[in-house]
Each structure stands twice: as C-alpha cells, then as structure tokens.
C-alpha cells in the first residue's frame, strides 16, 4: 500500500541512475516525508533530480489554503534540477499568489 512505502524501499542501487525522477510523492506520504534526503543523496551521487507533483491532498486536508512542504525546508529545494508541476501547485508549494511571484521563489531557493 502506498501509505507504507517509504525511502527504506529504495536500494542503493537506486542511486546509480543518471536522472532521478520522484513523481507525485505527495501520494505517499512516508516517502514524501524524506523526498529533500533523497534528493539530497542523489545530488551527492551526481544525479539529476527531477520532481513532479500532484495536488496534495494530504497537507491541504490538514491545513486547507495553507502552503504545501516540498521538502524539510525552502534550503532544501536547491537538490531539484527540474521542477515539473502546475499552476495551482506551484502557488501552493511557493505559497506565492501568482506565477511570477513562485517562479522567483523557487529560483530564489535554488530550483
């Protein structure tokens, strides 16, 4: 069940990849939990971080109209290459009130 997997799931091998792709992580919460220490292992192993997301359920149940958490903290964002999400997300995840203002938030954060 994807409320049980987690970054324990993950070999090491994982890591040897040229491009790591974490998509809609949101939906898996113990995973999304450590998405920035697995982004982070992956910059350390050379790779190329790309993150998708999805509409995060889970954070907007918890806390409706609040900011969602893409990792432990804004510093943490510096480890996604590529960020591929939408407009509705990418407000969220920023906590910005349009585009322009989440796009220098997140290059502000290193994205």
């Known amino acids: 069940m994807a409320v049980d997997f987690s970054s324990e799931y993950l070999p090491e091998s994982f890591f040897d990849s040229e491009v790591l792709l974490f998509g809609a992580t949101s939906l898996v919460p113990r995973l999304h939990a450590s998405l920035a220490e697995l982004l982070e292992k992956g910059r350390r192993r050379g790779c190329l971080n790309v993150v998708g997301t999805v509409y995060d359920f889970n954070h907007e149940q918890a806390d409706p109209g609040g900011r ?3 990792a432990r903290a ?5 480890f996604i290459d590529l960020l591929i999400t939408n407009r509705e997300e990418v407000l ?4 910005a009130n349009d585009i322009d203002q989440a796009c220098r938030f997140l290059t502000t954060h290193g994205v």
């Open 68 to 70: 969602w958490p893409l």
């Open 74 to 78: 804004n510093e943490d964002l510096r």
């Open 92 to 95: 969220r995840i920023s906590g």
